[in-house]
């Protein structure tokens, strides 16, 4: 599907966080019969208010996180961690 400036302000409207996806392709997982579809994102619109220093603040794009089949929860932001360097991981 092609997104037009038109399709892409309508959505806007609509939502705070968009994420647009295509199939890339879909292989037999063998679990009774399960597929795994594989995709790419082609489009990531996330307003400008999530972004803080070098992180994407997801709770600000009132998003939700999915568990299992049928449950959904708000996201919140709880803590951020440095990233781990190889030189500072203590030698056990």
Known sequence: MIYTKEKLEELNRITRLKIINSVTGIKPANLIGTMLVI???????????????????????????????????????IVSYPYVRVAEVPKF
């Open 39 to 77: 995709g790419e994102i082609e489009y990531l619109i996330i307003p400008e208010t999530a972004f803080t220093d070098d992180d994407i603040d997801l709770e600000q794009t009132n998003g939700v996180g999915i568990s299992g089949l049928n449950s959904y929860y708000e996201l919140k932001k």
